[in-house]
């Protein structure tokens, strides 16, 4: 099992910056991607960002030029840059951790709420 614990979420004005950190804990070891999903009110669960123990990264189009996903695997965290933030992004955040079978994980969320 993998614990995810998300911090950093918040109320901001558009093209404020947040900045999300998830901790992982527990069986660690076999953890490849790393990421974060968001899910507004009466939506689906969207892909934000993931990176992969490699390095590699994957963004939504709707993020790039203004999100930049970052893991520092010493820590086992993951940490989501979130610049000139819009109304839209306006969600609940959710850490992920995917072990290398593909068995994923998921943190609590945390709120991310950004006002005109």
């Known amino acids: 099992q993998v614990q995810l614990v998300e911090s950093g979420g918040g109320l901001v004005q558009a093209g404020g910056s947040l900045r999300l950190s998830c901790a992982a804990s527990?069986?660690?070891?076999?953890?490849?991607?790393m990421g974060w999903y968001r899910q507004a009110p009466g939506k689906q669960r969207e892909l934000v960002a993931t990176?992969?123990?490699?390095?590699?990264?994957n963004y939504a189009d709707s993020v790039k030029g203004r999100f930049t996903i970052s893991r520092d695997n010493a820590k086992n965290t993951v940490y989501l840059q979130m610049n000139n933030l819009k109304p839209e992004d306006t969600a609940g955040y959710y850490c992920?951790?995917?072990?290398?079978?593909?068995?994923?994980?998921w943190g609590q969320g945390t709120q991310v709420t950004v006002s005109s």
């Open positions: 992920s951790a995917a072990w290398v079978n593909g068995r994923n994980f």
């Open positions: 527990g069986s660690i070891f076999s953890i490849n991607a």
């Open positions: 990176v992969t123990k490699g390095g590699t990264k």
